[in-house]
């Protein structure tokens, strides 16, 4: 049964530390997406990457947060230095662009971040 | 206006009631619709890809309706482990593979 997987699944910080979240996409998927939920602003796209490039990060305040792919199994999501409104739930999700049609996504089970 | 729509609901129905959610989108160039359901503190979960002729599967129909922009489910004889929020997602027209998701319906199915 291929999921995507990610670590930590809970991470409690103290602000300014530095968060590495990592996401696994499911095996063939040539798109990877970071998004980040919170009960205000629900689920907000930070980024993503096809075939390990990436295509958008408009989502992301560039001064602390950072995603890359090393390689195709791999995806990660920096925040450095983290602060408390940071605190929320980010998730991977992981899909086949075949065509212009039926690009379903996957998620992971998340990474729950709370910053102190 | 949002790019994609949603009534946050809640909708409080009894067991065995038919309940439909509807999701409206702004760009007339969208191609590709899904309904995806998330239980408190997990991940969201594909339910259904929305076919432009619409698809069924089980108590569960989507529809979706170009001239008006909208994608619809609906959830007959609905149980009490169908509570959960459902969100739309429409993909972007660049057709990069990203899904623009709405805020989401809260369901509660009441005893």
């Known amino acids: 049964d291929a999921r995507v997987t990610q670590t930590p699944r809970h991470k409690v910080t103290e602000m300014g530390q530095e968060v590495t979240m990592r996401c696994q996409p499911i095996?063939?998927?040539?798109?990877v997406f970071w998004y980040r939920q919170t009960m205000m602003q629900g689920l907000e796209l930070l980024a993503y990457?096809?075939?390990?490039?990436?295509?958008?990060d408009s989502g992301m305040p560039k001064d602390r947060f950072s995603a890359e792919m090393p390689d195709a199994t791999l995806a990660t999501l920096k925040i450095q230095p983290s602060e408390p409104r940071d605190s929320a739930v980010y998730f991977c999700?992981?899909?086949?662009?075949?065509?212009?049609?039926?690009?379903?996504?996957?998620f992971g089970p998340g990474t729950r971040l709370t910053v102190l | 206006r949002k790019e994609v729509e949603q009534d946050p609901g809640p909708f409080n129905v009894p067991e065995g009631a038919t309940v439909a959610f509807n999701c409206t989108y702004s760009?007339?160039?969208?191609?590709?619709f899904f309904w995806y359901r998330q239980d408190c503190r997990k991940e969201p979960k594909l339910l259904m890809s929305?076919?432009?002729s619409g698809n069924e599967d089980g108590r569960f129909t989507a529809q979706l309706n170009r001239a008006s922009q909208y994608i619809s489910l609906l959830i007959r004889d609905s149980k009490l482990s169908d509570s959960a929020t459902y969100l739309c997602?429409?993909?972007?027209?660049?057709?990069?593979?990203?899904?623009?998701f709405g805020q989401g319906t809260t369901l509660q199915v009441k005893p």
């Open positions: 999700a992981s899909g086949l662009l075949r065509d212009r049609i039926y690009n379903e996504q996957f």
């Open positions: 095996l063939g998927h040539n798109t």
């Open positions: 990457f096809r075939n390990r490039a990436p295509l958008d």
């Open positions: 760009n007339s160039a969208s191609q590709s």
């Open positions: 929305v076919y432009s």
């Open positions: 997602a429409v993909n972007s027209p660049s057709n990069t593979g990203k899904l623009i």
